[in-house]
C-alpha cells in the first residue's frame, strides 16, 4: 500500500475530487435546464449548480498549477466574477420575465412577489 503522507499526493487527489464535483454540479445543471416545467426554475438551476460546477472546477485547476509550482491570478479572478455576475444575470433576467408577466408553471403553488408587485405598480400609478 502507498504511503499517502507526500503533500502533491493529497493535492492530486482533492484537485482531482473538486473537479469530479464540479462536472456533476455542471451536470445537474444541464438536467435541471432540460427537465423543469418554466423559465424560473431553470434560471435557479442554471445559476446555482452552474455557479457551484464552475466554482468546483476551477478550485481543482488552481490546486492542479499550485502543485505544478505555478500561482494563476486569473482562476481567482474568474471565481470571483463567475460568483458576482451569474446570479444577478438570472436575477435581472427572472425579474424582467416576471413584469413581463411570463407565467409560472401550472405545478406552481405559491407566488410571493405578486403583492410586491402590484402595491409597486399602485404607487406608481398615485404618483
Given amino acids: ?10 493535492l492530486e487527489v482533492i484537485a482531482a475530487i473538486s ?7 455542471s451536470f ?6 432540460i427537465r423543469l416545467p418554466d423559465l424560473y ?6 445559476s446555482k449548480s452552474s455557479t457551484m460546477g464552475v466554482l468546483f472546477t476551477l478550485v481543482g485547476t488552481f490546486l492542479f498549477f499550485i502543485m505544478e509550482g505555478t500561482f494563476s491570478i486569473r482562476l481567482f479572478l474568474g471565481i470571483f466574477f463567475v460568483f458576482l455576475t451569474a446570479p444577478v444575470a438570472a436575477h435581472v433576467i427572472v425579474r424582467s420575465a416576471y ?3 411570463v407565467p409560472l408553471a401550472p405545478q406552481s403553488v405559491q407566488d ?4 410586491v408587485i402590484e402595491i409597486e405598480g399602485e404607487r406608481e400609478r398615485e404618483q
Fill in 1 to 10: 500500500m502507498s504511503d499517502v503522507n507526500n503533500p502533491i499526493e493529497v
Fill in 19 to 25: 473537479i469530479l464535483v464540479g462536472t456533476i454540479f
Fill in 28 to 33: 445537474f445543471s444541464a438536467v435541471g435546464l
Fill in 41 to 46: 426554475s431553470r434560471a435557479h438551476a442554471a
Fill in 99 to 101: 413584469r413581463s408577466k
Fill in 112 to 115: 410571493d412577489l405578486k403583492g
